[in-house]
């Protein structure tokens, strides 16, 4: 079947064994988030930030040991490369657990997390400043606080993060993204909108000084409409970070659950594009708000995995996932949206993006739609089980985590 329908795809041109190719090689970088509901390992017993996981599917990773057997089960059910993103929040402070705050993080706390990602061969380790789910978020505020304590506290947390970004990406020889997102905003109208950027934009200075190699880390800035409790206003707009990445030469990361519902992600990249040599994405699924639920080979993904790979961005687009289910098995809810973002990029790269750009610029549009149509229903699914056998995982992944279920996740209380 493979054989018949590499030929259905060569009709038009598309060479379906360089898609297989390039596809094992793109790094994905997967959250450890989704296995706790974000709660992290230091110290939190909730979460803030305006952000919110809803369900209770027994099975919750309760700490570091079931954290890690379940990142183990369920990468081994994922296709291509692996990269593992963690938030600061998963330090494991070990006998230091109370003695020392976010601000005082070092790489020691997280040789446990670069020997695991080792033993799983994974390409590298991505990573965020936690900002949230902690009492020094006063009054929800961070690095925008009007409070000088508190958004200094802040301040030195990201610093910290970037010598543990850096710490990374001399382990494993591949670029750490760093990726700032704050929950700062406002509930309700606000009588200073000016001020709170400003705080921002000085904090962003004073992290970004500190004397560190841009080669190593990509510091990128997520920005978001708005959260839960903080639906007034949002410090970290898009417009703020986009000309803040602009001039101090980081990068922006996309989420596709941070904008208004009409307006998408797929569209803003090749804009990015145009002028950033880094892009950095959360892949997530919003349904009706920003809820973070699980990635599904939908049509917004496909052309997210377009933009990216008919502008030969491969390269520049870092493609990082976010979502976090509590109401489903978590492990699934990583496999499934990882093989979808995977299938997508698959999608993706078996399209004969050449002849089609070409009919766009012929202005041959009824050629054009006609052919995107007749592209839609080639049989994927057929080269897309020969990619899953060469990367020796099953198709079926869920029998596997039922089994993981009954044995492991059902005990956990
Ligand atoms: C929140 C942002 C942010 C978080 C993670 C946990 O809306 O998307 O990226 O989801 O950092
Ligand atoms: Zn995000």
Redesign the pocket.
Known sequence: MYEQAKKLYEVYGVDVEKALDVLKNVPVSIHC?QGDD?IGLDGSDSLSGG?QTTGDYPGRARNFEELKADIKKAFSLMPGKKRLNL?ASYAVLGSDRGKVDRDKYAPKYFEPWVKFAKELNLDGIDF?PTMFGHPMMKDGLSLSSPDEKTRKFWVEHCKACIKISEYFADEFGTPTVM?I?IPDGYKDVPADRLSPRLRLKKSLDEILSIDYDRKKVSVAV?S?VF?IGVESYTVGSNEFYQIYAAKNNICCLL?N??YHPLEYVSDKIPSLLAFYDTVAL?V?RGVRW?S?HVVLFEDELKEIAKEIVRNDALNKVKIGL?YFDASINRLSAWVTGQRAMQKALLTALLLPHDKLKKLQDSAEFTELMVLQEELKDLPLGIIWSEYLKREKVKADYLSEIKEYENKVLKDRK
């Open positions: 988030w974000v952000i938030h965020n990726n997102w997520e978001k959260g989420d659950g941070h959360h997530t920003d973070d976010d």
